[in-house]
């Protein structure tokens, strides 16, 4: 890093010289760049972070490993088994496994502000936001906003956060030791919560009266650091390995920065498809389109409408929400949106899947599969299965490639 | 039964009534939830049932399905966040609980296929979406497709 950004002064000096020099203003032999950085970090799905000399052995968590420092110094924590999601937007870190000082992000009257974020199990993380800056590879987001996830010595969770449901807040309940959001947003919410006129409950400020939902700029809101990096900033690509049926122990593969800046994450043959403002895309099974689908590497299966619309049996109360077929099962979905280029265009994707029965899997000594699955009635959640043998580029909102402009996934 | 949209002022209601609203509720426990939600609310009659619909400026549409003698058979949201599930869900939420089972590290949609209560919650941040109803409180000629 330090010595591409020397060679760029280098090569910035030369062309002021040359310009000075001749007056003419030509730059054609100024093609000359500084090496291009390390721009590949290794994924890994494995049994997790261990808690207590125990391993959590989730299945279908995909892992990196990203260094946070304090902004500006060399003041760094390098922090593993970090999951990986495109699901969402941001870093969030869990308190616990968090040595060093970061400063709370305050508002104006000096109030804390903390983020929620929620899932649709009813599960929340909650926490103040920090800025750190967030390497990875030879990639570097300065003073990026982060979630600090459920420190003790902080406000509780109000009402408009927990929803009334449960936290998961340490390792243990997380099975990571943070979360990576990568999604296709810049920011965890937006202009939504730019706006001060009713912004959902994503950022809070916390007197010591408690706390309530307040708006908060795009640049204090959480961001996906991928967009905050100097290059190698219009989305990433997620490249895993096939694995057998039955699964395995573990699959190590790449979370490539940038898409088509380098000779390592150039499309190549992947269609590019938009979303809906959501994030999400239609996705057709047996003639019927079910539009609010996603691709979300976060979700540790595939979760498909029901067992009354796909035949496979339910597992039961031992793997809750899972399908536990007799036999495994292919199946075959189209998933389409619009091309990022020219909106009018529909693009349509083939997409082969199977599905295999889940408490056998999981009572493998396996952690990663690419078929196992569960129920999300009306919907198709592309979990992280779909990641296994393709490279899933993810197109950043705004942000522009040879494909157009973001959001949009592609592969 | 025509289906005109009749629209009520919040304030009115507001400081009228307390109490929790939810599903199995009655009817006039929809209005706390109007209050808790800072919504204003319409009701829409339907074939055999009432909708209440609550709606807040962030985007979020809260469903709740009334029978004709008063009581909540159904609720559906949709929403950027989720609403307070403990309070939709009234005296069905524990159940609700205790049938999703969250484990570490499994982030999925929660779907309770129960005798009685079916729980539907899916989506992700910023599109949540779900329904919730009671297989015994459903209406005569109305079924759970209403529910949405």
């Not at chain 1, 508002?107 to 103040?128: F, L, V």
């Not at chain 2, 009520?8 to 209005?31: D, N």
Request: charged share 10%; with cysteine; glycine share 10%.
């Amino acid at each position: 890093m330090k010595r591409g950004f020397a060679a760029a002064i280098v090569v910035l000096m030369v062309v002021g010289l040359a310009a000075c020099g001749s007056g003419n203003s030509s730059t054609s032999e100024t093609t000359t760049s500084s090496p291009p950085v390390n721009n590949t970090q290794t994924v890994i799905v494995d049994a997790g972070p261990t808690v207590n000399g125990q391993s959590i052995g989730d299945e279908d968590v995909l892992f990196t490993t990203v260094t946070i420092c304090v902004p500006g110094t060399t003041t760094c924590q390098s922090i593993d088994h970090v999951a990986v999601d495109t699901g969402s937007t941001g870093l969030r870190i869990v308190a616990s496994q968090l040595t060093l000082t970061l400063t709370n992000s305050t508002n104006t009257s000096g109030q804390p502000i903390a983020n929620c974020i929620q899932y649709a199990d009813n599960s929340y993380q909650w926490g103040p936001v920090a800025k750190a800056d967030i390497k990875m590879a030879g990639e570097v987001a300065s003073s990026v906003p982060i979630q600090i996830v459920g420190p003790s010595n902080f406000a509780a969770a109000p009402t408009d956060c927990t929803a009334g449901g449960t936290p998961a807040q340490t390792v243990s309940d997380l099975g990571a030791n943070g979360i990576l959001g990568v999604g296709l947003f810049r920011q965890d919410c937006g202009s939504a919560c730019a706006s001060t006129s009713s912004p959902p409950a994503f950022y809070f400020k916390c007197p010591a009266s408690g706390c309530s939902i307040t708006s908060v700029s795009l640049t204090e809101q959480l961001q996906n650091p991928v967009w905050m990096f100097p290059q190698d900033n219009n989305g990433l690509v997620i490249v895993l390995p096939q694995i057998a049926s039955g699964g395995a122990v573990s699959a190590t593969g790449s979370m490539i920065f940038g898409i088509g800046t380098q000779s390592d994450n150039a499309l190549g043959s992947a269609q590019a498809q938009g979303v809906d403002g959501y994030g999400n895309f239609a996705t057709t099974f047996n003639g019927v389109k079910y539009s609010s689908s996603f691709i979300d590497s976060g979700s540790n299966g595939l979760f498909f409408l029901d067992s009354a619309t796909t035949g496979l049996a339910s597992c039961g109360r031992q793997a809750t929400g899972f399908y536990c077929p007799a036999s495994t099962t292919s199946f075959t979905a189209i998933n389409s949106g619009p091309n990022p280029k020219a909106s009018a265009t529909q693009v349509s994707t083939n997409v082969a899947f199977t599905i295999a029965n889940a408490l056998t899997l999981f009572n493998s000594s396996n952690n990663a599969f690419n078929d196992v699955g569960g129920s999300n009635p009306g919907v198709f959640d592309w979990g992280l299965p779909f990641f296994f043998g393709r490279s899933v580029f993810i197109g950043i909102e705004n942000q522009t490639s040879a494909a157009g402009a973001g959001p949009y996934w592609a592969y | 039964m025509m289906k005109r949209p009749v629209t009520v002022l919040s304030a009115l209601f507001a400081a009228a009534l307390s109490g929790f609203a939810s599903l199995g509720g009655s009817e006039e426990s929809v209005v706390s939830d109007q209050v808790k939600f800072q919504a204003s609310r319409k009701v829409v009659p339907e074939h055999g049932y009432r909708v209440h619909e609550i709606s807040r400026d962030d985007g979020t549409l809260i469903k709740e399905f009334v029978s004709f003698d008063g009581k909540v058979f159904g609720v559906s949201w949709k929403g950027p966040t989720l609403p307070d599930l403990s309070q939709l869900l009234g005296s069905s939420f524990t159940e609700f609980q205790n049938s999703v089972q969250p484990k570490a590290g499994r982030r999925k949609a929660a779907v309770v296929h129960n005798s009685d209560l079916v729980v539907e919650s899916t989506g992700h941040s910023r599109a949540f979406q779900g329904r919730a109803y009671l297989n015994s409180m459903l209406p005569d000629g109305v079924t759970q497709e209403v529910v949405q």
